[in-house]
């Protein structure tokens, strides 16, 4: 069984960036799509990024499009998400999630992390 963990989030101003990173046990993800969402409070949880196995294919939210980067490391089983810029907006907590499709719908993704929190003030 996959397992997920989340690091890196943490309080940052307006402008700041950070870096998340995701790392799994249990087993390889190097053929697994991966992916990040954020859930902000009395909100539903959104795509943020996902990545393919072979990160030939990207696709971001139009939200974060230019200002954030996913990216992996088979070798190392682990995604990361590179946050510039960040804004009040992005406040939330963000889950990485692994499966064996690749899109943009939580659905599609079996594991999950348990979450760890961003939030940027302004």
């Known amino acids: 069984q996959v397992q997920l963990v989340e690091s890196g989030g943490g309080l940052v101003q307006a402008g700041d960036s950070l870096r998340l990173s995701c790392v799994a046990s249990?087993?390889?993800?190097?053929?697994?799509?991966m992916a990040w969402f954020r859930q902000a409070p009395g909100k539903e949880r959104e795509f943020v990024a996902a990545?393919?196995?072979?990160?030939?294919?990207?696709d971001y939210a139009d939200s974060v499009k230019g200002r954030f980067t996913i990216s992996r490391d088979n070798a190392k089983n682990t995604g990361y998400l590179q946050m510039n810029s960040l804004k009040p907006e992005d406040t939330a907590v963000y889950y990485c999630?692994?499966?064996?499709?690749?899109?943009?719908?939580?659905?599609?993704?079996?594991?999950w992390g348990q979450g760890t929190q961003v939030t940027v003030s302004s």
């Open positions: 249990g087993g390889t993800i190097s053929t697994y799509g």
């Open positions: 999630a692994a499966g064996k499709s690749f899109g943009s719908s939580p659905t599609e993704y079996p594991y």
């Open positions: 990545i393919i196995w072979s990160s030939r294919i990207k």
